[in-house]
C-alpha cells in the first residue's frame, strides 16, 4: 500500500516521557504551543483605567492602579499548566506579583475562607484561600519575557499552577474575599468546584 494510511488528525496526542512524565497529570498530553481558549471576546484593557482590588471579608478595601501594581515587589515565576481541555504545557515563564504580597496589604477577616476572582467581560472563579496562599498562586502581568499578550489575560491574569487552568482567570481585576464559597462561571456551568488536575476534578461529581 503506498501513501498515508491515516489522514492529519489520527495520529493522537504527545505523551511525555521520561522524567517529565511525572509532571503530567493523567489524561494530558503535552502541549508545544500555548492554546488560546477563551469563554467570550477578548477584552482590551486601557491600562489608565485598569486597576485591582481585594475587598470583601477585609477591614478595608485596597485598590492599585496599573502604575501601583507595578511597583509591588515582582517574582519570576516557573511553572507547568494544565488545562481541562486535556493539555498540559511545561515549563511556562511568568512575571507577577504573588497573592501573599497582594494580601499583606489587607486585614482579613478570620471568617475570609474563600475567594471569587473576577475579572473584565465579567468572568468569575472560585478559590478557596489555602489554595491561593504560601506560594501558590500569582498575578502575572509577563509571559516568556514579554507583557502579556490580551488572548493569554492580558494585562494582568491571575495563576493559580496546581489547578485546572479555569481558575487563573484571565484579564483578572481582583479578589473578593468570602465567608462561604460561591462558584463561578464555569462551576455554575457544571465545573468542579475545585479542578485538581491530579485527582482530574474536571466535572461536578468527579
Request: charged share 25%; proline share 7%.
Amino acid at each position: 500500500m503506498s501513501g498515508r494510511f491515516v489522514t492529519r488528525g489520527f495520529e493522537g496526542k504527545p505523551r511525555a516521557s521520561g522524567a517529565a512524565a511525572n509532571r503530567v497529570p493523567p489524561g494530558q498530553y503535552l502541549a508545544r504551543d500555548f492554546p488560546v481558549l477563551s469563554a467570550g471576546p477578548t477584552p482590551i484593557t486601557n491600562l489608565r483605567l485598569w486597576s485591582f482590588a481585594i475587598e470583601g471579608l477585609v477591614k478595608q478595601k485596597v485598590t492599585w492602579t496599573w502604575a501601583e501594581f507595578q511597583k509591588l515587589p515582582a517574582q519570576d515565576f516557573t511553572v507547568d499548566i494544565s488545562c481541562v481541555t486535556k493539555w498540559t504545557k511545561l515549563d511556562t515563564r511568568w512575571r507577577g506579583v504573588s497573592i501573599d504580597t497582594l494580601l499583606e496589604s489587607v486585614d482579613l477577616d478570620p471568617r475570609g475562607g474563600f475567594a471569587t476572582a473576577y475579572s473584565d467581560g465579567g468572568y468569575t472563579t472560585n478559590l478557596r484561600l489555602p489554595d491561593i496562599v504560601n506560594g501558590q498562586a500569582f498575578v502575572a502581568y509577563a509571559y516568556d519575557g514579554a507583557p502579556l499578550a490580551p488572548e493569554h489575560g492580558g494585562p494582568a491574569r491571575l495563576v493559580v499552577p496546581h489547578l485546572y487552568f479555569w481558575k487563573s482567570a484571565k484579564w483578572v481585576r481582583g479578589l473578593r474575599i468570602t465567608e462561604k464559597e460561591t462558584p463561578g462561571f464555569w462551576e455554575s456551568l457544571g465545573y468542579h468546584i475545585r479542578g485538581d488536575p491530579w485527582k482530574e476534578e474536571r466535572y461536578s461529581g468527579d
